[in-house]
């Protein structure tokens, strides 16, 4: 039984570098979320894709973040000219139509250092 | 605007010592309040949801309750291996708004 898996699970950039995280959710799971957490903080939300529609968008993400979900598979969070603040841990989450409500199942996160 | 406060933002506790966490929460027409588990480098798994006052869920040395301003994670006689972060939540449009958690330690 697999659960959500994320890539690279540990990421180091200098500042101005892009990056990008890849997300598999768990099959059938049509619901994707990106979540950001820093130290000693709550998740935050970034972004909601049901199936292939990104549905919800937070301010949070700058334009130089983009998510995607082609084909309403695998996702990937892309950021372009990484700054220092962008470091945190970054989570994705993955739910059925099925769900009970708030129930989502959480990768173990991908890393990201900006040095 | 919703707000979801957590306290103690730590506890340290002697195994078999029971205790309970406190999320208080402000928000228009609640639909639900989520708790969480967040082990060290790990996501957060999923562990309760309670809809409205007055209800309460187990699992194990877990009890959560509900009120209409707060609600508690009581952890009776815990064990070293309940020691993480526990997070609550609550939704807001598609997505959960989570409190920063609060961090237990259980020493035996």
């Known amino acids: 039984d697999t659960g959500v898996s994320q890539d690279p699970r540990h990421k180091i950039t200098k500042r101005g570098q892009n990056v990008t995280f890849r997300c598999d959710p768990i099959?059938?799971?049509?619901?994707l979320y990106w979540y950001r957490q820093t130290l000693g903080q709550g998740p935050e939300f970034l972004t909601y894709?049901?199936?292939?529609?990104?549905?919800?968008k937070s301010r949070l993400l700058s334009d130089r973040f983009s998510a995607e979900r082609p084909k309403g598979s695998f996702s990937t969070l892309e950021i372009q000219r990484t700054e220092q603040g962008d470091s945190a841990m970054y989570l994705c989450?993955?739910?059925?139509?099925?769900?009970?409500?708030?129930?989502?199942?959480f990768g173990e996160g991908s890393r990201l250092t900006v040095l | 605007e919703d707000q979801v406060t957590q306290s103690p933002e730590a506890l340290r506790l002697q195994e078999g010592e029971s205790s309970s966490l406190n999320c208080s929460y402000t928000?228009?027409?609640?639909?639900?309040l989520f708790w969480y588990r967040q082990d060290p480098g790990k996501g957060p798994e999923f562990l309760f949801t309670?809809?409205?006052a007055g209800e309460e869920k187990e699992k194990e040395r877990l009890k959560a309750t509900l009120t209409k301003k707060e609600s508690f994670l009581h952890i009776t006689a815990p064990k070293p291996e309940d020691s993480a972060t526990y997070l609550c939540?609550?939704?807001?449009?598609?997505?959960?708004?989570f409190g920063t958690g609060t961090r237990l330690q259980v020493f035996p």
């Open positions: 989450a993955s739910s059925p139509p099925w769900a009970n409500d708030g129930e989502l199942f």
């Open positions: 099959s059938e799971h049509n619901r």
């Open positions: 894709f049901q199936n292939e529609a990104q549905l919800e």
């Open positions: 928000v228009s027409g609640l639909r639900g």
């Open positions: 309670l809809y409205s």
């Open positions: 939540a609550v939704p807001r449009t598609d997505k959960l708004i």
